[in-house]
T-cell receptor, first 111, second 111 residues
Framework: QQQVKQSPQSLIVQKGGISIINCAYE??????FPWYQQFPGKGPALLIA?????SEKKEGRFTISFNKSAKQFSLHIMDSQPGDSATYFC??????????FGQGTTLQVKP | DTAVSQTPKYLVTQMGNDKSIKCEQN?????MYWYKQDSKKFLKIMFS???????INETVPNRFSPKSPDKAHLNLHINSLELGDSAVYFC??????????FGPGTRLTVL
């Protein structure tokens, strides 16, 4: 019940395309859903986060869509750029602040 | 002006040795964490301290002992290192449990 399942494991997108990464969770006590971006040799960096009282949050080219009834959320990267090539992690947390991470998605944006 | 810093960045050591990793945050956060990222990039929480008090202690071997001398520092001491301890260890900090900021990581290699 503590798992967060993330797909796909890897993704190749052309420059200018839309990258979509999906996550699903089981624990209905989760109330905070962040996405992290990690470049090789670096620590994960918070990209965008959402709480279950909203169905969508947009920051620049990054959008989180949240479906509370389906217990799913996704990250959309619009107009994907080669500089977006990185590993993306979804995560979920409840009131303890303990982040449960998905397995990660390696995104490659081809020029 | 690094927010979360860790030392050392790389640590190569022999099996059976004892080693420590240090973490400092200058964000004024009240909570600090240790995460382990394995060779498949899976991130898993190990420990969390809030104002020097241990609040999360996952099923981690007791060879791992965190120590928090003050709320800006969280160190990780590992006794009797094993091959399976090879991983990247990340320190993170947050205020009120969300918006966790990660350090650059320490790559531990046990030979």
């Amino acid at each position: 019940q503590q798992q967060v399942k993330q797909s796909p494991q890897s993704l190749i997108v052309q420059k200018g395309g839309i990258s979509i990464i999906n996550c699903a969770y089981e624990n209905t006590a989760f109330d905070y859903f962040p996405w992290y971006q990690q470049f090789p040799g670096k620590g994960p960096a918070l990209l965008i986060a959402i709480r279950p009282d909203v169905s969508e949050k947009k920051e620049g080219r990054f959008t989180i869509s949240f479906n509370k009834s389906a217990k799913q959320f996704s990250l959309h990267i619009m107009d994907s750029q080669p500089g977006d090539s990185a590993t993306y992690f979804c995560a979920a947390a409840g009131n303890t602040g303990k982040l449960i991470f998905g397995q990660g998605t390696t995104l490659q944006v081809k020029p | 002006d690094t927010a979360v810093s860790q030392t050392p960045k790389y640590l190569v050591t022999q099996m059976g040795n004892d080693k420590s990793i240090k973490c400092e945050q200058n964000l004024g956060h009240d909570t600090m964490y240790w995460y382990k990222q394995d060779s498949k990039k899976f991130l898993k929480i190990m420990f969390s301290y809030n104002n020097k008090e241990l609040i999360i202690n996952e099923t981690v071997p007791n060879r791992f002992s965190p120590k928090s001398p003050d709320k800006a520092h969280l160190n990780l001491h590992i006794n009797s290192l094993e091959l399976g301890d090879s991983a990247v260890y990340f320190c993170a900090s947050s205020q009120l449990g969300t918006l966790q900021f990660f350090g650059p990581g320490t790559r531990l290699t046990v030979l």
